[in-house]
Each structure stands twice: as C-alpha cells, then as structure tokens.
C-alpha cells in the first residue's frame, strides 16, 4: 500500500470516527401498554432524525420467554425527551422460519385480512392464520374466515389500541379464534401472524 493510499484510508477512518463521536445516544422505551421498560438505545446526529426510525425486538425479549422468541415486534419512536425516546407499537409479524415451520403437506392454511379501527380511533391492518390437520373444502375455509372477522371486528369494538395489541401478540385473540373455528374442523394452529398499525387518532 503507497503512502497516498494510507492517508486516504487514515482521512476515511477519522471522519467515521468523528461523525460517530458527534451522535448522541438515546434510550428507546417501550409504550405505556409494555411496562415503558427501557427495550435498546440508538445513535442520532439530531432528534429530527430519531422521530419516525423504527425498533425491531422479539416478544422473548420482551418477555424473558425464549418460547417467544418467533414474534418480531416493531416499535416506532414519536417523541423525545431529553435522551428518552418514547415509542408506539407499529406492528409485528412471524418470522419466516417458524411460519414456514408450520405448513404441512395434506393440510390447509387459512388466511383472514383485516382493516379494523379500534375502540379510541386507532386504525389497523391485521392477518389472523389458521392451519389444518387435514385438506379441507372451500365451504369450511369460508366458515373459519367468517369465525375470524367476527372476533376480529369484535375485539376492535370493545378494546382500545393498547388491549388489542396485547391479545394480539400475547395469544388471546387467536385463542378466541380457535376455539370457535374448532367446530368447524381440527384445527393445529392459530395465530395473529402480522398486524401493522395504519393510523393514529389524530
């Protein structure tokens, strides 16, 4: 390496260092309905870069429960004080490979999209899945997605954002949808395998 080379390097590792140097470090906390606990922390220049970033953790995480460590959670930071960064849960979602863990030959995967408001004017996109034991016919998949947007919708009527939230990822919601889809056919899984928030009250 020539000596020009060296410098140009040395010039590149300095401005890096430097730029890293004028960052701050900021605390992201998890909402209200999480137990605000602290959940990561990440670098900005300025607050207006920091507002609107997005944090992905797992419910294990969260939770301590490694069992758990399937669901993907992202938080959207919306306010800052001081060095807190306070967060709104933005969404969540399976990871590829237990959703792709879960399909079986011979069986059937049922899928139910949702856009629902819920009870204090938060708006959502919600994908509930259902999976077989068996092949079924189209007349039973229609049944189990009628099971699925009617405590869908249910859920968004009676509960605020924080609650449905929390049936969503903690596994109410799709307890509730299994046990009425049960009826209909045998059923080995259930799940809320994404939800994305769309909008907030204004």
Not at 11 to 34: N, Q
Not at 49 to 58: F, H, W
């Amino acid at each position: 390496m020539d000596i020009d080379t060296r410098r140009v390097i040395n010039g590149l590792s300095r401005a890096v260092r430097d730029k890293w140097r004028r960052k701050d470090w900021y605390d992201i906390y998890l909402p209200r309905y999480f137990g605000e606990t602290k959940v990561g922390e990440t670098p900005a220049e300025d607050t207006e870069k920091l507002m609107g970033r997005v944090y992905a953790t797992t419910l294990a995480a969260i939770t301590g429960d490694f069992s758990q460590e399937y669901l993907k959670l992202y938080f959207q930071i919306i306010g800052i004080d001081e060095n807190t960064a306070q967060t709104v849960f933005k969404g969540h979602e399976y990871l590829r490979d237990y959703l792709r863990s879960l399909v079986r030959r011979r069986s059937t995967k049922v899928d139910g999209f949702y856009r629902v408001t819920t009870k204090d004017g938060f708006r959502l996109k919600i994908v509930v899945t259902a999976m077989t034991n068996t092949r079924i016919k189209t007349s039973q998949e229609r049944a189990i997605r009628d099971v699925m947007s009617r405590v869908v919708e249910e859920k968004a009527q009676t509960l605020d954002f924080g609650q449905i939230v929390h049936e969503m990822v903690l596994g109410k919601l799709a307890s509730d949808v299994y046990n009425e889809a049960r009826k209909v056919t045998a059923l080995r899984h259930v799940g809320v395998r994404k939800s994305e928030l769309l909008a907030m009250p204004n």
